[in-house]
């Protein structure tokens, strides 16, 4: 594989596609031992940065709700 970007640089939308791209090649089969585990870890780093961005926009978007509540009362 070639050189990939540090997963926590990844936004959302990156992090998402290049899983999916992970997923499929694990899908195929074909690959050696050594870069199906790499490429496993590769993708269980892709889901943990898909899952900690979409909790910050959940906690963003519940703040600004609240904030909205506040404001009416």
Partial sequence: ?????DVDTL????ARD???EVVRALEVGGLGLDESVALWER???LARRCE???AGARE???AKLNEAE???T
């Fill in 60 to 62: 963003r978007i519940e």
């Fill in 18 to 20: 290049e899983l999916v």
């Fill in 70 to 72: 506040s404001s009416d």
């Fill in 11 to 14: 936004g959302y939308e990156q």
């Fill in 52 to 54: 900690s961005q979409l």
């Fill in 43 to 45: 993708g269980e780093a």
């Fill in 1 to 5: 594989m070639s050189e990939q970007p």
